[in-house]
């Protein structure tokens, strides 16, 4: 099936301001340096549709784009604990039976469970309503751990800015990484989060906010990649011993200095195999990998699928 290309967002009554803004965001125009998306905003019949900010957003379409879209995404309401109208449960049915991919996020989860596009699948939603998703849905197995579940042709995010997370996967799984990350830049968003929401409930506060020289050497390690940068580089640096470094980087960043640069070195290896024809041994090298073989090894573990079958899917992507 192609890429999407085609997006249509429905705005249920009490839709979040955030979510509808992330999507606008996302998949909105952002200029003559990134292919646009066919994207529109529709609701149970055209006209203005509260918000949960007592803000009246004026939706010009109806359930008929969820017909023709590519990707759908059922927004979150204030209202989720009600059922969404039969008609829209419909919609939401129809365009999955045809092939579209349906995704939500946050309480929009509860959208798609309720039309039984979650049945026997993983999914996830804000971790405050985990619990209450299972209790409603036994059939459904939540992850409420997870920052988005990708099931295929169904996809679940949590909540609030998690969004984004799920937004970034969707255009990175089907568009490829490089326009994934052009599109986290011009949001100035990380194009990736290690991690789940638990990183999130109880985050521990800064000691305090200069992190000056903790900035200067992400920077540093981002540019010298195709080194070893073993953590006691990177806290020599930094001027600090290994164990205060790694705990001031996990409060800074919330994942391990281990896995920010395991996540940094796949990000900039997506893009070398979809933008260059580098050898598979030159990009391990670039990304600071021994050999071919260990990145295979990462790739196929945290990508799904090895170094050349991802460049012969996304090789050429703008």
Request: glycine fraction near 10%; charged fraction near 20%.
């Amino acid at each position: 099936m192609p890429a999407f290309t085609t997006v249509a967002a429905y705005v249920p009554p009490g839709a979040g301001m955030l979510a509808v803004g992330i999507v606008v965001e996302v998949f909105g125009p952002h200029g003559a340096a990134l292919p646009g998306f066919d994207f529109s905003l529709c609701a149970q019949r055209p006209g203005p549709v509260r918000t949960d900010c007592g803000v009246p957003l004026s939706v010009a379409h109806g359930l008929d784009r969820l017909a023709a879209a590519d990707l759908v995404i059922a927004l979150p309401g204030a209202g989720f604990r009600t059922p969404p109208a039969p008609v829209v449960l419909d919609a939401l049915r129809s365009a999955h039976r045809r092939g579209a991919v349906v995704a939500a996020h946050c309480v929009g989860t509860f959208a798609l469970a309720a039309a039984g596009l979650l049945d026997g699948r993983r999914a996830t939603t804000h971790w405050r309503f985990a619990d209450l998703l299972a209790e409603r849905h036994p059939e459904v197995a939540v992850e409420s751990d997870a920052l988005y579940v990708d099931e295929g042709s169904v996809v679940t995010g949590a909540g609030a800015a998690a969004g984004f997370d799920l937004c970034l996967h969707l255009i990175r799984r089907e568009h490829g990484a490089a326009m994934a990350n052009a599109v986290a830049r011009d949001m100035v968003l990380p194009s990736h989060r290690e991690g789940g929401q638990a990183q999130y409930l109880a985050a521990p506060v800064a000691e305090d906010g200069r992190d000056e020289g903790l900035a200067d050497v992400l920077a540093w390690a981002r540019e010298h990649l195709h080194e070893p940068l073993p953590v006691a580089e990177l806290a020599r640096r930094a001027l600090m011993s290994k164990r205060s470094f790694a705990r001031r980087f996990t409060t800074a960043t919330g994942t391990t200095p281990h896995a920010w640069l395991r996540n940094l070195r796949l990000s900039r290896a997506e893009e070398l195999l979809e933008t260059t024809d580098l050898p598979i041994e030159e990009v391990a090298r670039r990304v600071g990998y021994a050999g071919a073989a260990v990145l295979r090894e990462q790739f196929v573990r945290r990508r799904g699928v090895p170094p050349r079958s991802y460049r012969r899917a996304f090789a050429g992507t703008p």
